[in-house]
């Protein structure tokens, strides 16, 4: 069995597709899977599904869409049967657990994948660069693409947002660390573009155009930050990205100027 959310919502079985097609349905279902293994509450499951104004039938109303679900799971032949549906498929407590096979679930393997390359980073850049790749290369548009997200939903996928952001910029450290600068200049003009006030994707795109033997590019970069992040946020850039920046205008060398003497605290 395939449940995927890193894209559109997928669920497969024997090359067979048995995603669910009822709005509620799969709404319930993102939201059980993005939380595999725990337990969802009932309450959090109805804030999601109708907001603050919930039918009186609500409960009985969840009740019967995990019946559905349990339902499209007894028709996949890796479960084949009701029993082992309901195993799946857990009432708990006050709420509901979804158990599915850590390799079954996509995100889980981006995670698992995710944190054995930034356990090489700054030790095999190389294996770190390769594996982060790995797990980006499991995205296939945007998390839960056409599923409606409700208040809870639209909370977890920015959280993921943030999550894919992170492994993804990790990944162009370490393929700034190989020295691979001039190759990531339009993945960098991009991602910049949509993260203008992200300092540090900002920043990868400076020292990836410094780097090339685009100082004035980079300054450009440099300038359009100060302006976003006043405006937008009423904040200057962070010391680090004034120092990157000193480092730029007096003309250091460009293996100076990033990693090891640039990176922001924590990074």
């Known amino acids: 069995m395939e449940f995927g959310v890193l894209g559109p919502l997928r669920v497969r079985d024997a090359d067979r597709d048995h995603t669910p097609t009822a709005p509620k349905q799969r709404q319930l279902l993102s939201l059980?899977?993005?939380?595999?293994?725990?337990?969802?509450?009932?309450?959090?499951?109805?804030?999601?599904l109708w907001g603050g104004s919930p039918p009186n039938s609500a409960a009985a109303t969840l009740q019967s869409y995990v019946l559905s679900l349990r339902r499209m799971l007894t028709a996949m032949p890796s479960v084949g049967s009701a029993p082992a549906a309901r195993r799946l498929l857990e009432t708990r407590e006050n709420g509901y657990s979804l158990v599915v096979p850590v390799d079954a679930l996509d995100l889980e393997?981006?995670?698992?994948?995710?944190?054995?390359?930034?356990?090489?980073?700054?030790?095999?850049?190389?294996?770190?660069?390769?594996?982060?790749?790995?797990?980006?290369?499991?995205?296939q548009g945007p998390a839960l693409a056409g599923v409606p997200a409700g208040p809870v939903l639209a909370g977890r996928l920015r959280v993921l947002?943030?999550?894919?952001?992170s492994v993804?910029?990790?990944?162009?450290?370490?393929?700034?660390?190989?020295g691979r600068h001039r190759e990531l200049l339009d993945?960098?003009?991009?991602l910049a573009a949509g993260?203008?006030?992200?300092?540090?994707?900002?920043?990868?795109?400076?020292?990836?155009?410094?780097?090339?033997?685009?100082?004035?590019?980079?300054?450009?970069?440099?300038?359009?930050?100060?302006?976003v992040l006043r405006d937008e946020l009423g904040l200057e850039p962070s010391s680090w990205v004034e120092n990157l920046h000193h480092s730029m205008l007096e003309g250091g060398p460009p293996d100076r100027c990033g990693p090891g003497g640039a990176d922001p605290p924590g990074r």
């Open 109 to 139: 393997r981006f995670r698992a994948l995710a944190r054995r390359g930034t356990a090489l980073m700054h030790r095999d850049d190389r294996g770190a660069s390769r594996l982060l790749r790995l797990a980006l290369a499991l995205w």
């Open 195 to 227: 993260q203008p006030a992200e300092e540090y994707v900002q920043v990868q795109y400076m020292l990836a155009l410094y780097r090339s033997g685009h100082r004035d590019r980079a300054l450009v970069v440099m300038a359009r930050l100060r302006q």
């Open 168 to 178: 993804r910029t990790q990944r162009i450290d370490a393929d700034l660390s190989l």
């Open 161 to 165: 947002h943030e999550e894919l952001l």
């Open 32 to 48: 059980l899977l993005l939380d595999a293994g725990k337990v969802v509450p009932a309450g959090t499951c109805v804030t999601e």
């Open 187 to 190: 993945e960098l003009d991009a």
